[in-house]
């Protein structure tokens, strides 16, 4: 399947604000080890502590998974790699396929939006989050205000996966899911 041009634009910025953290063009596993630190920092989890521990764990797995699209075998995951990954995700979806990566990837990213536990994101996490990764403070809390439709509630793990799908799969620039990863697409 291929990819429309909004769905380009929303994916790479997945990819350059998420993923690519040290900003070289590429993803490779030490970007990951930047997001477990930074995580870990937020959350005030030290080396050697099973949360710590966890998150690098997580981490891994996402990474292990994804890096089996390295199609040119060189240790990193370009642009262009990265969006057939997701042509190659939106393709096999509808066949009930995508990789166990994206589940992993849902799971881990709102786990680590809900500092508090209680199985929804209010905004202030969101907000934590989101600024930790380099997203600047009002565009986090216009995107929460998207995300919710107004602010006035918290996002539950269930809107977070629907608005995940948005993300990925809707063409429609007025989506809520556009907004998931603090972007003003």
């Known amino acids: 399947m291929a990819l429309s041009d909004f ?3 929303k994916l790479i910025h997945l990819f350059r604000t998420f993923f690519d953290t040290d900003h070289n063009g590429t993803i490779e596993k030490s970007d990951f080890d930047i997001v477990a630190d930074k995580i870990c920092k937020l959350r005030s989890w030290e080396p050697g502590s099973p949360q710590y ?3 690098h764990q997580r981490l891994d797995t996402i990474w292990k998974e994804i890096s089996a699209h390295d199609s040119d075998g060189d240790g990193h995951i370009s642009e262009q790699e990265w969006l057939n990954l ?3 995700v939106l393709a096999k979806k509808g066949n009930g396929g995508g990789g166990a990566w994206i589940k992993h990837y849902q799971d881990f990213m709102f786990d680590a939006q809900d500092i508090s536990g209680d199985g929804s994101v ?3 996490e969101f907000v934590t989050l989101y600024k930790c990764l380099g997203i600047p403070d009002t565009q986090c809390k216009d995107a929460f205000q998207k995300l919710t ?3 006035d509630g918290k996002l539950t793990k ?3 996966m629907q608005r995940f799908q948005e993300f990925i799969s809707s063409d429609d620039k007025s989506a809520a899911g556009n907004y998931l990863f603090g972007g003003s697409l």
């Open 86 to 88: 997701w042509a190659d």
């Open 122 to 124: 209010d905004e202030n």
């Open 7 to 9: 769905q380009s634009k």
């Open 53 to 55: 521990g966890s998150v």
């Open 158 to 160: 269930d809107v977070f």
């Open 149 to 151: 439709n107004g602010g």
